[in-house]
């Protein structure tokens, strides 16, 4: 029986190029992982000479789809998540204190063609570490990105992604699985003093909770990226 709360994670890594798998750098704990292959399928129609029930079914393509509700840490993790969703990102160097270095990102939206490509892993333990397995999606985008703020709680996100080749592989240490995850007092208390949510003026609110979508306008890969000649 398979235990996901064992060790189960959502991973990624960013490629090189379109059609170069990436290494799987960033392990991210998530609430939940719905990341999974989405199978095309046609029923044939009734036939002369058949029965009236359909012929049978052809199964004329795969994808990766779906995605995973985290609770977003902010040293690291997050900031490789926001640079696959948004494609730009600008960073200045800042030492408030004496030998500390803090660094600013600032993420941007640019044309969806300059959006990185990325390799995504969900790990499903098994009941033994002989049996685990993972799955991986090369060749993926992000499609949109939800922020949500409670007035007095952690900052939650849902992220959902749209990926070319799926494919299961069953030894999960090809997956560079590294169970040293980020920890959980870099994820973001909206409670803390100080915090707010700045308006482009520049002039901070403090609304009763906050909810941020953004989203970008991928591709179908079913009706206008299927090419003749490609399952993908």
């Not at 002369?48 to 795969?62: A, S």
């Not at 995605?67 to 040293?75: A, F, H, M, N, Y």
């Not at 990102?89 to 959006?115: C, R």
């Not at 909206?190 to 953004?214: I, R």
Request: aromatic content about 8%; proline content about 7%.
């Amino acid at each position: 029986m398979t235990v996901t709360a064992s060790k189960g994670a959502f991973g990624w890594g960013c490629q090189a190029a379109k059609g170069t798998a990436a290494q799987i750098d960033y392990w991210h704990r998530a609430h939940n992982i719905d990341l999974g292959v989405v199978e095309s399928r046609e029923v044939l129609d009734p036939e002369v000479g058949g029965t009236i029930l359909p012929t049978g079914v052809i199964k004329t393509g795969v994808h990766a789809a779906g995605g995973v509700d985290i609770s977003p840490r902010l040293e690291d993790d997050i900031g490789w998540l926001f640079m696959s969703l948004m494609g730009s990102v600008t960073t200045t160097g800042d030492t408030p204190e004496q030998g500390t270095a803090i660094y600013t990102h600032e993420f941007s939206f640019t044309n969806l063609t300059t959006l990185p490509w990325l390799t995504l892993a969900k790990m499903m333990p098994g009941s033994s570490a002989a049996e685990d397995i993972g799955l991986r999606v090369t060749d993926a985008k992000t499609a949109a990105m939800r922020l949500m703020l409670p007035g007095r709680g952690r900052l939650r996100a849902r992220m959902d992604f749209l990926g070319i080749t799926p494919e299961f592989v069953p030894d999960a240490d090809t997956l560079h699985w590294d169970p040293a995850y980020e920890e959980e007092d870099s994820i973001p208390i909206t409670s803390k003093p100080g915090g707010g949510f700045h308006m482009p003026t520049g002039t901070p609110v403090y609304p009763l909770g906050c909810t941020v979508d953004m989203t970008n306008g991928l591709s179908n890969p079913v009706t206008q990226e299927a090419v003749i000649g490609s399952y993908y």
